[in-house]
T-cell receptor, first 114, second 113 residues
Framework: AQSVSQHNHHVILSEAASLELGCNYSYGGTVNLFWYVQYPGQHLQLLLKYFSGDPLVKGIKGFEAEFIKSKFSFNLRKPSVQWSDTAEYFCAVNDVSSASKIIFGSGTRLSIRP | EPEVTQTPSHQVTQMGQEVILRCVPISNHLYFYWYRQILGQKVEFLVSFYNNEISEKSEIFDDQFSVERPDGSNFTLKIRSTKLEDSAMYFC???????????FGEGSRLTVL
């Protein structure tokens, strides 16, 4: 069965620090990959997605993620975080052959110190 | 910008009662989903729905749960006899293509006493 691992449960950074959140998945077939963000009190929103092509994808608000197939990873990065990036970040994976189910990781809570 | 809407935003119910959570997906979307998030835990897949039938469901989605698209706009999740462990935030989502970006509603918080 598919699974998604986010090893960082809570990350605390100061403003302007660089960010990298890890995401690994367990499925060996063709996958679509997503990062969602949940700001306090709000619903889940898409940050970025990878379906095919350039493994380095850019999303909203300066976020990017790199798909490394050999490592089954899709880490999220941002060179300089802001206080407004405080949120919960979820990696999600969809097995293309099972079009109807997207599996989420357990989430990483990001706290930014002003 | 079109959005997914969910009602109620918060429902408190007694154990054993039936609950219906309602969702209005984005109008041109064809794929519908329910997820839940128990406080402090991960977002868990419950069920996906396409063409008026369930496409896939998780082991959480047992006989106590059902989904329905009663008309052209609503998508409902019914819990027949709620248990304490059903307390969670329930998110509805829709997409226009399979495996595509999910658009989420703001969630319905269910508290079972």
């Amino acid at each position: 069965a598919q699974s998604v691992s986010q090893h960082n449960h809570h990350v605390i950074l100061s403003e302007a620090a660089s960010l990298e959140l890890g995401c690994n998945y367990s499925y060996g077939g063709t996958v679509n990959l997503f990062w969602y963000v949940q700001y306090p009190g709000q619903h889940l929103q898409l940050l970025l997605k990878y379906f095919s092509g350039d493994p380095l994808v850019k999303g909203i608000k300066g976020f990017e993620a790199e798909f490394i197939k050999s490592k089954f990873s899709f880490n999220l990065r941002k060179p300089s975080v802001q206080w407004s990036d405080t949120a919960e970040y979820f990696c999600a994976v969809n097995d293309v052959s099972s079009a109807s189910k997207i599996i989420f990781g357990s989430g990483t809570r990001l706290s930014i110190r002003p | 910008e079109p959005e997914v809407t969910q009602t109620p935003s918060h429902q408190v119910t007694q154990m054993g009662q039936e609950v219906i959570l309602r969702c209005v997906p984005i109008s041109n979307h064809l794929y519908f989903y329910w997820y839940r998030q128990i406080l402090g835990q991960k977002v868990e897949f419950l069920v996906s729905f396409y063409n008026n039938e369930i496409s896939e469901k998780s082991e959480i989605f047992d006989d106590q749960f059902s989904v329905e698209r009663p008309d052209g706009s609503n998508f409902t999740l019914k819990i027949r006899s709620t248990k304490l462990e059903d307390s969670a935030m329930y998110f509805c989502a829709s997409s226009d293509i399979p495996s595509g970006e999910l658009f989420f509603g703001e969630g319905s918080r269910l508290t079972v006493l």
